[in-house]
C-alpha cells in the first residue's frame, strides 16, 4: 500500500516547478478539476502575476465515439492572450497522455504559444503517448485497476487517494 | 342448394331470437328455423357448435375504390366476405364520382361478377360532388342506386341544400349528409380540443357538425325530407339528433366503427393510422356516442371502410390520408363495444343488421323465413392479431395494427351460396 | 394504444437523448444538461479558432422544407463549429411534389453517410415521422415543425432566461401574441412547466389562443396589461403577415393598439423584467422600436446563445449511443 501524502507532494512539485520557471514570465493553466486546484496554488507560492487559465477538455477528447459527451461540462476560460505566451500546463494525474493531447490541442484553438510546460503532482507511467512532463511531484506505479485520485477538502488541504475503478 | 347449419347459437336481432337452433337454407333463401321442413333433404350441413349464426352484416359505408382502381372492387369484396360483411353500401366518392347512371350499371355488374357481398352504391346527390348542381338522382335510382350522398360535408350553398331536399322529397328518394359545415371545418385535421391544441394540429371544432345539424333539421322541418346523417361525431351533435327525434324529424343516424373506441389521445405521436374523418374527438364525445348507441339516438355502426396504400400514410399527420380499413376489424370492434356496454349480443348484432337494413329499407339483415340466406357464422371467441398479412384488404392502415382482436367470421354466406370458408383458406387466393 | 406509440421516441432505451423533436415530455435533467452543456460553447465563440473537434467526421444534413434562412444559418453555424461536415437540402414542395416522397429523401440521404438530420417543415409531426424512420444510428433534430414545436428555440429562450435571472423558481413569465399559430410558444410553455417556473401566461385575443392552454399549465389573459403586470419575463412573438387581415385580426394597427409593447405597457412589469423575441420582429405591430432597442431587452444576445444551444444539442444527441 503507498503511502501518499499530497500536500508533501504538491511541495515536491512546487520545488521543482519554481526552478523550471526562473526569470520566465510564466501563465499557468490548469485542466479541470484538479490541475485547477493546483494552478491555484501554484500561483501563489510561485508568486505567479497572472490569472489562472482554466481548461475543460470534454470537447477534445479522443473517445466522444465510444463514450460521448461528459455529462457535466464546465466552460473553459482563458482570460489571457495565449498568442507567444509561456504556458506551464497543470494536471493532477499523468497517465496516458491522452489529456494532456487534448488539453493542448485546445490551448492551440486559442492561439498559438510559444512554449507549454507540462507540470503534474503525479506521474503513474502507462504512457500511449509522447507526452512527457517538465516538473513532477511524485512518480508511483500503480496497477491498471486503481485509479489516483486527488480531491480537496474544505480547508482547502489536498488529498491523495487510490480507488478501485468501476468502470474496468 | 340445400343447406343447414347445425347445433349454432342462433341469433336474429330482428325476430329477438337468441338460442341454439338449426338453420335450413333451400335456393338461396332461409327454408326453416329450428326444425327441418316437411321432405328436407340436405346437401351440405355444416356444424357450428360453439359458434354464432347470424345475418349478415350490413356495412353502411365500405369503399369499394372503384370506379376508380382496376380490379379493387373484387378485392374489398374478399375482405367484407373474411369480415361476415354480406351487404355493402358504397359511398359516391369514387374515381371518377357516381354521377351517371353508366358508371352505377358498370359498378354494379363488376359487384355481380365478382360474387361478394352484396352491392348498394349510393348516388352522387351533385354533379361530381361539387355541391353546386344536383345530380340525375331520379335517374340514378332507376339505375339502381339506394339513396344519395354529399360526401364530405353539406354543399357550401344553403340555397342549393334547400332544393337538393325538395327535390329528393319528390321522387322520395333518401338523403344521406355528412353533417359537416366546411367553413366552419376549415383545413381542420384533428379533434378540436387539448390535444390538437397541444399537438399544433389545426383543429375542427364541434360547432362545424352541430351548425350543420342545425341547418339540416331546420330545412327538414320546412321540406319533411328523409335524412340519414352519416358519422356523427360530437356530444353536442349527438344531442341535437336526440332532441330532432323527439320532435318527430325523419331522421336516421349511423356512427363509424372507430369512434366507438378511440379518442383524440389516441393520436399519441402524430400516428397516421389515427388520422379519420371525421377526426377523433374528446373522451366526452365519446361517452356521447356510446349513450347515443344505447338509446337509439344513433341506429348503426358502420366500418367507414377506406382502404389506402402504404404511401399515402406515410406521411406528416396533416398530409396522410384519412381513414382506416375496417370491413375485416368491423366485427370483433362492435363485440367489443358489445361486452363493454354489458348489451345482449343480439342488441349488439342489431347495429351492424337489422338497423342499417331498415335505414336502406331493403329486406335484408334477418334470418326470416323466405328472407335471402345471407349468413355469418362467425367464432366470438377467436382471437387473432391484427397484421398486414392477415388483411384481404388492400388497405393495412388500421389503428389496430399489431392490436389482438376477438370475434371472427368463419363462414360467409350470401344468397345461400358459401362464398367465405375460413378453415379452407379460400380468401388466400384473392390477397 | 400499441406499444409503438406510447414509448417517449426521442430517447433511447438508456433514457439518452437520441433525437430532438420536441421539448414536451423531455426530463428536466435533459433539459438542464443542455443549458450547462452551452454554457462550454458560449467561450469558443470568442476564441481565435471558433470550433471545437467534437463531431469531426459527422454529416449532418439540413433538411429544409420550410424556408428559414435564419433559422438554418444558425445550425450551419454550430454543426461547423463542431468541426462536422454540413450539407444544405432547400427542399421545396414542388420538388418533393414532383416525385420522391419524404421518406425516399431520408433513406437516400442515410446511404450517403448522413449522421444528422436537422429538419424543419410545415407539417406538425414531420419530424416525429422521420425519426420512425431513418436507421437507428441517426439522430433528428426538429428545426420546426408546423405549429407544433420548435425545440432548440425553447431550449435558447430558457438558456436566456437562465442567463439573466439566474433561477427560475420564483419566476412569471408572459407569452404574448399569436399562440394558436406557434410552435415556439408551445415549446417555450412546455420548457418553462418543467423547469418548474410556477406563473407562466398567455396573452392574446381570443382567435389567437389554442385550446388546452390551462391543461398545459398556463394561465390566459387576453388583455396585455393584466397579463404583463408584474411579469419578470415578457416574450413577445412575431405577428405573421397572413394573420395580420381577415377573420382572426382585423389589421396590424389594431393589434398594435392592444397588444403592442410599448414603453408604457412595459413599466408594468417588473422593474428588472427582460423582453425577448424569437425574432424576426415586426416593430409597430407587436413591439415598439423604442422597447426592441431599449436596455431591457435580450433580443441580440438571444442570437449569440442561440448558436451555442444549439451546439449543445447537436453533442448530446451526437454522444447517445444507438437507438434500439
Not at chain 2, 344531442?239 to 366507438?260: I, N, P, S, W, Y
Not at chain 3, 444534413?61 to 454540413?86: C, G, P, Q, Y
Request: hydrophobic share 45%; proline share 5%.
Amino acid at each position: 500500500m503507498i503511502e501518499l501524502d499530497a500536500e508533501a507532494v504538491y511541495r515536491s512539485l512546487a520545488a521543482r516547478l519554481r526552478e523550471e520557471v526562473i526569470g520566465r514570465d510564466v501563465r499557468l493553466v490548469g485542466v479541470h478539476t484538479g490541475g485547477v486546484w493546483l494552478a491555484q496554488r501554484l500561483k501563489e507560492d510561485l508568486h505567479v502575476a497572472h490569472e489562472v487559465g482554466i481548461l475543460d477538455i470534454s470537447f477534445y477528447r479522443d473517445d466522444f465515439s465510444r463514450s460521448g459527451l461528459n455529462p457535466s461540462v464546465k466552460p473553459s476560460s482563458i482570460a489571457f492572450d495565449v498568442e507567444g505566451a509561456d504556458i506551464v500546463l497543470v494536471d493532477d494525474v499523468l497517465y496516458t497522455g491522452r489529456t494532456v493531447r487534448a488539453a493542448m490541442n485546445e490551448l492551440f484553438d486559442y492561439g498559438r504559444p510559444a512554449r507549454i510546460d507540462l507540470a503534474v503532482l503525479i506521474d503513474r507511467g502507462g504512457r500511449e503517448l509522447p507526452v512527457q512532463p517538465t516538473a513532477v511531484g511524485r512518480r508511483i506505479e500503480v496497477p491498471e485497476e486503481i485509479s489516483v485520485v486527488l480531491s480537496r477538502d474544505d480547508d482547502g488541504r489536498l488529498h491523495l487517494t487510490l480507488e478501485q475503478r468501476r468502470d474496468i | 342448394m340445400r343447406l343447414v347449419i347445425r347445433h349454432g347459437r342462433l341469433i336474429d336481432p330482428a325476430s329477438d331470437h337468441d338460442a341454439v337452433a338449426d338453420l335450413y337454407i333451400a335456393d338461396g333463401r332461409i327454408a326453416a328455423v329450428g326444425g327441418a321442413p316437411a321432405g328436407f333433404a340436405a346437401e351440405r350441413e355444416i356444424d357450428a357448435r360453439g359458434l354464432v349464426v347470424a345475418p349478415g352484416l350490413v356495412d353502411l359505408c365500405a369503399r369499394m375504390r372503384e370506379p376508380g382502381a382496376e380490379g379493387a372492387l373484387k378485392r374489398e369484396m374478399r375482405a367484407a366476405l373474411a369480415g361476415g360483411v354480406t351487404g355493402v353500401v358504397c359511398p359516391p366518392d369514387t374515381d371518377p364520382p357516381l354521377d351517371e347512371p353508366g358508371l352505377v350499371r358498370m359498378l354494379r355488374q363488376r359487384s355481380r361478377e365478382a360474387a361478394g357481398a352484396r352491392l348498394y352504391p349510393l348516388g352522387a346527390l351533385t354533379a361530381a360532388l361539387k355541391g353546386e348542381v344536383l345530380a340525375e338522382i331520379e335517374t340514378l335510382a332507376e339505375a339502381g342506386c339506394v339513396a344519395f350522398m354529399q360526401t364530405r360535408a353539406l354543399p357550401h350553398d344553403n340555397g342549393v341544400l334547400l332544393q337538393i331536399l325538395r327535390y329528393a322529397k319528390t321522387f322520395d328518394l333518401p338523403v344521406w349528409l355528412r353533417p359537416v359545415e366546411d367553413t366552419l371545418a376549415g383545413d381542420g385535421v384533428a379533434g378540436a380540443g387539448a390535444v390538437a391544441g397541444r399537438l399544433g394540429l389545426p383543429a375542427v371544432t364541434a360547432l362545424a357538425e352541430t351548425v350543420a345539424l342545425h341547418t339540416i333539421f331546420e330545412m327538414q322541418r320546412e321540406t319533411g325530407a328523409r335524412v340519414h346523417l352519416c358519422r356523427l361525431s360530437s356530444a353536442a351533435g349527438i344531442e341535437l339528433v336526440r332532441r330532432a327525434r323527439r320532435e318527430g324529424l325523419r331522421v336516421t343516424a349511423d356512427v363509424g366503427v372507430h369512434h366507438v373506441h378511440l379518442t383524440d389521445v389516441d393520436i399519441g405521436y402524430f400516428d397516421p393510422d389515427f388520422r379519420l374523418d371525421p377526426p377523433l374527438r374528446t373522451q366526452r364525445d365519446r361517452d356521447a356516442i356510446a349513450a347515443g348507441l344505447a338509446d337509439g339516438t344513433i341506429d348503426a355502426i358502420c366500418s367507414d371502410h377506406a382502404p389506402v396504400g402504404e404511401d399515402d400514410k406515410l406521411l406528416p399527420f396533416g398530409e396522410a390520408a384519412p381513414g382506416a380499413t375496417a370491413l375485416e376489424t368491423l366485427l370483433p370492434l362492435v363485440l367489443k363495444w358489445g361486452e363493454a356496454a354489458k348489451l345482449p349480443l343480439a342488441a349488439v348484432l342489431a347495429r351492424v343488421t337489422s338497423a342499417p337494413a331498415r335505414i336502406l329499407d331493403e329486406p335484408t339483415g334477418r334470418l326470416a323465413v323466405g328472407a335471402k340466406a345471407d349468413v355469418v357464422v362467425f367464432d366470438p371467441q377467436a382471437h387473432w392479431t391484427v397484421t398486414r398479412n392477415e388483411l384481404v384488404s388492400r388497405g393495412g392502415n388500421t389503428p389496430y395494427s399489431g392490436y389482438e382482436l376477438v370475434g371472427r367470421s368463419m363462414l360467409t354466406l350470401v344468397g345461400g351460396d358459401v362464398r367465405f370458408d375460413r378453415k379452407s383458406g379460400s380468401e388466400s387466393n384473392f390477397r | 394504444m400499441t406499444s409503438e406509440s406510447g414509448r417517449n421516441p426521442q430517447l433511447n432505451r438508456n433514457g439518452e437523448l437520441h433525437h430532438l423533436l420536441s421539448l414536451e415530455g423531455l426530463p428536466r435533467a435533459i433539459i438542464e444538461r443542455v443549458l450547462a452543456t452551452a454554457d462550454g460553447f458560449i467561450n469558443v465563440a470568442e476564441r481565435e479558432v471558433k470550433s471545437v473537434p467534437l463531431l469531426r467526421g459527422r454529416s449532418v444534413f439540413n433538411l429544409f422544407f420550410e424556408h428559414s434562412t435564419r433559422t438554418r444559418t444558425t445550425f450551419e453555424i454550430a454543426a461547423r463549429r463542431l468541426s462536422a461536415d454540413v450539407f444544405n437540402l432547400d427542399i421545396t414542395r414542388s420538388s418533393t411534389a414532383k416525385g420522391e416522397s419524404l421518406l425516399d429523401t431520408i433513406n437516400n440521404l442515410t446511404a450517403m453517410q448522413a449522421d444528422m438530420f436537422v429538419v424543419r417543415h410545415a407539417a406538425s409531426g414531420a419530424p416525429h415521422l422521420i425519426a420512425r424512420h431513418v436507421a437507428p444510428h441517426v439522430h433528428v433534430i426538429n428545426a420546426g415543425d408546423g405549429r407544433h414545436a420548435h425545440p432548440t428555440q425553447g431550449l435558447l429562450d430558457m438558456y436566456t432566461i437562465r442567463h439573466y435571472k439566474r433561477d427560475f423558481a420564483n419566476l412569471t413569465v408572459a407569452i404574448v401574441g399569436d399562440i394558436l399559430h406557434s410552435r415556439v410558444a408551445r415549446s417555450d410553455i412546455h420548457a418553462l412547466t418543467t423547469l418548474g417556473v410556477p406563473e407562466v401566461r398567455a396573452v392574446g385575443p381570443l382567435t389567437l389562443l389554442p385550446d388546452g392552454l390551462e391543461q398545459m399549465g398556463v394561465r390566459v389573459f387576453t388583455r396585455l396589461d393584466e397579463g404583463i403586470r408584474g411579469a419578470d419575463v415578457i416574450i413577445m412573438l412575431r405577428l405573421q403577415n397572413e394573420r395580420m387581415r381577415g377573420a382572426l385580426l382585423p389589421s396590424a394597427q389594431e393589434y398594435f393598439r392592444n397588444y403592442g409593447l410599448t414603453p408604457e405597457r412595459l413599466r408594468l412589469a417588473k422593474p428588472d423584467a427582460i423582453v425577448m423575441h424569437p425574432g424576426p420582429m415586426n416593430r409597430g405591430v407587436e413591439i415598439d422600436s423604442r422597447v426592441a432597442d431599449g436596455a431591457q431587452s435580450v433580443i441580440l444576445p438571444q442570437v449569440t446563445f442561440g448558436i451555442a444551444v444549439r451546439m449543445a444539442v447537436l453533442s448530446i444527441a451526437a454522444s447517445s449511443q444507438r437507438m434500439q
